[in-house]
T-cell receptor
Framework: GAGVSQSPSNKVTEKGKDVELRCDPI?????LYWYRQSLGQGLEFLIY????????KSGLPSDRFSAERTGGSVSTLTIQRTQQEDSAVYLC?????????????FGPGTRLTVL | AQKVTQAQTEISVVEKEDVTLDCVYE???????LFWYKQPPSGELVFLIR??????QNEISGRYSWNFQKSTSSFNFTITASQVVDSAVYFC??????????????FGQGTTLQVKP
């Protein structure tokens, strides 16, 4: 079946602009995760959704970052007033359930470049 | 706090050599899960294996094998008879398994493996 998809694959924006990144999880997966991969920080957890709720937002780096999930499916990560340090690859993952026993499957990522 | 350490930043081998990627973890959870993911040049993280803390049995899958030792908090990954297609960044990751755990993964810094022909 189809895997996790993300769009756009690449996004170049100017400092101060808002961006939206989209994630389509594997059909039927109730858990959805956003991670960020940057040269200096490695792979970092951002936020976890179970259904449409986000019980763990502990990884969001600032209030410029927000995310939502609708219909228990598609999720959007929004970064407002982008800064150069936001440049990174944003990865989305989904799993059948939000528990450690269950494997997360990753999408191809969105490479964000803030000029 | 949970932590994963992959001390080897880069490894370079010649094709057909065996190579072991080290992973050491820290956690206070009694139930936890360990993972290895592969990130080829295309960028997508590919799941390789998941182990739970109660199962220390080593696992072999083709040319891949994993050695889990709770006594040393290590979960090492060996590729036998490496091939050029094995060139990638390999990540070890950890998550807790107790009630309330969200499943978020704590990743090591990754080991870049280069297999030369």
């Amino acid at each position: 079946g189809a895997g996790v998809s993300q769009s756009p694959s690449n996004k170049v924006t100017e400092k101060g602009k808002d961006v939206e990144l989209r994630c389509d999880p594997i059909s039927g997966h109730t858990a959805l995760y956003w991670y960020r991969q940057s040269l200096g920080q490695g792979l970092e957890f951002l936020i976890y959704f179970q259904g449409n709720s986000a019980p763990d937002k502990s990884g969001l780096p600032s209030d410029r970052f927000s995310a939502e999930r609708t219909g228990g499916s598609v999720s959007t990560l929004t970064i407002q007033r982008t800064q150069q340090e936001d440049s990174a690859v944003y990865l989305c993952a989904s799993s059948p359930d939000g528990a450690g026993a269950v494997t997360q499957y990753f999408g191809p990522g969105t490479r964000l470049t803030v000029l | 706090a949970q932590k994963v350490t992959q001390a080897q930043t880069e490894i370079s081998v010649v094709e057909k050599e065996d190579v072991t990627l080290d992973c050491v973890y820290e956690t206070r959870d009694t139930t936890y899960y360990l993972f290895w993911y592969k990130q080829p040049p295309s960028g997508e993280l590919v799941f390789l294996i998941r182990r739970n803390s109660f199962d220390e049995q080593n696992e072999i899958s083709g040319r891949y094998s994993w050695n889990f030792q709770k006594s040393t908090s290590s979960f090492n990954f060996t590729i036998t008879a490496s091939q050029v297609v094995d060139s990638a960044v390999y990540f070890c990751a950890l998550t807790g398994g107790i009630a309330g755990n969200t499943g978020k993964l704590i990743f090591g810094q990754g080991t870049t493996l280069q297999v030369k022909p």
